[in-house]
């Protein structure tokens, strides 16, 4: 079972940029997908940004895209957000997650209602407020 853990965050001014990581351990398949996720207050959790490792294969929701750079380190077990230009809509908190199974970015970002089996950090807040 794959496990991840987040780190970063914090509150900047709109405009400002920020970066997220999250350590990851546990990976049997490069294939399995791995991405962030945010819950607004007062709202679902969404998919943000997802990446399948074997192929590089990236996922963007569309207000995030221009803006928000996913990527891993060299060995693919640190999972980065890059995110620029930000937005308070883009205020909430931001989970790494992973799944056992294989599946595109796409799929794995969008799965509505999203499965209870993707293993979740503990979160990071982003706040964006002047």
């Known amino acids: 079972q794959v496990q991840v853990v987040e780190s970063g965050g914090g509150s900047v001014q709109p405009g400002g940029s920020l970066r997220l990581s999250c350590t990851t351990s546990?990976?049997?398949?490069?294939?399995?997908?791995i991405g962030w996720f945010r819950r607004a207050p007062g709202k679902g959790r969404v998919g943000i940004s997802c990446?399948?490792?074997?192929?590089?294969?990236?996922h963007y929701r569309d207000s995030v895209k221009g803006r928000f750079t996913i990527s891993t380190d060299n060995t693919k077990t640190t999972l980065f957000l890059d995110m620029t230009h930000l937005r308070p809509e883009d205020t909430g908190v931001y989970y790494c997650?992973?799944?056992?199974?294989?599946?595109?970015?796409?799929?794995?970002?969008?799965?509505?209602?999203?499965?209870?089996?993707?293993?979740w950090g503990p979160g990071a807040q982003v706040t964006v407020s002047s």
């Open positions: 546990g990976f049997a398949m490069s294939s399995q997908p």
């Open positions: 997650a992973a799944s056992d199974i294989p599946a595109s970015p796409g799929v794995f970002c969008q799965n509505y209602p999203i499965p209870q089996d993707y293993n």
């Open positions: 990446l399948r490792r074997d192929d590089n294969s990236r």
